[in-house]
């Protein structure tokens, strides 16, 4: 005859470390002349001030009643500033 049943013994629930975050930084933008900007296609204002996530932007200024265009690719840092600056006249 059996002894008593003793229950399985269940494994330590193991708990998921979060992932470390980490600290906006701030992407400046402006040009000469004024012109509209996207950032990854999205409209923004061109003199602004943005806090994006650590990574590369592709930053366009475009002024299409002179037909000028740019597009820059801007590194943002976490915690820095990171200034984006477009001359439509000589970036060309």
């Given amino acids: 005859i059996a002894g008593p049943v003793k229950p399985i013994a269940k494994p330590p629930v193991?708990?998921?470390r979060p992932l470390p975050t980490r600290e906006p930084g701030t992407l400046r933008v402006n040009?000469?002349?004024y012109s509209t900007a996207t950032i990854n296609g999205k409209s923004v204002t061109t003199v602004g001030k943005f806090l994006l996530q650590?990574?590369?932007?592709k930053v366009r200024f475009e002024r299409r009643d002179l037909d000028l265009s740019v597009t820059k690719t801007c590194t943002v840092e976490s915690g820095k500033v990171l200034f984006c600056y477009?001359?439509?006249y000589e970036d060309q």
């Fill in 14 to 16: 193991r708990q998921a």
């Fill in 54 to 57: 650590p990574g590369k932007y």
């Fill in 31 to 33: 040009s000469e002349p």
């Fill in 86 to 88: 477009a001359n439509l």
